[in-house]
């Protein structure tokens, strides 16, 4: 499931088309607009975190544009290393060990051959599936 903390302007796996990934590395194209414009970067290594945005569409009433917006922490140690950035259209991940943002990928040109340990042959696969909100229709009863 997306993990919505950090900044707002942090881009959705649903929203991320894999282009190539070798196992815990993914280069994805990112094409929602306007979120797509500007730059993102988040980035973990054991204790310490960083994130920062830069050139992003204003999201609170009034404004046009945030220029720039970064932090820096320390954090209880979550993983070993993690780093996301978002560049424009072209989203750039790694994550050590994998986990649901940054997924086990193998794909080549868009087509996905193996995802989460498991063989698959998807093409513009999304790194993260879509979560239904809606539920199943009730089946009648006989």
Known sequence: MYD???????????DLCACAACCCTLISC???YPNC???YEKGTVVCLELEGVCCK???QEGALCLCTRGEVQCVKPRTC?????QYCCYDC???LPCD???PCMVTILGLTFCKEYECTCNCGDRVQAKTSTT??????QV
């Open 81 to 85: 290393c993690k780093l996301e950035s």
């Open 93 to 95: 991940r790694c994550a």
């Open 37 to 39: 414009l500007g730059c």
């Open 57 to 59: 569409t204003g999201l």
């Open 30 to 32: 990112y094409w929602k």
């Open 4 to 14: 919505p903390t950090g900044f707002a302007e942090k881009p959705n796996p649903e």
């Open 100 to 102: 649901e943002e940054v």
């Open 135 to 140: 539920t199943p229709p009730k089946q009648a």
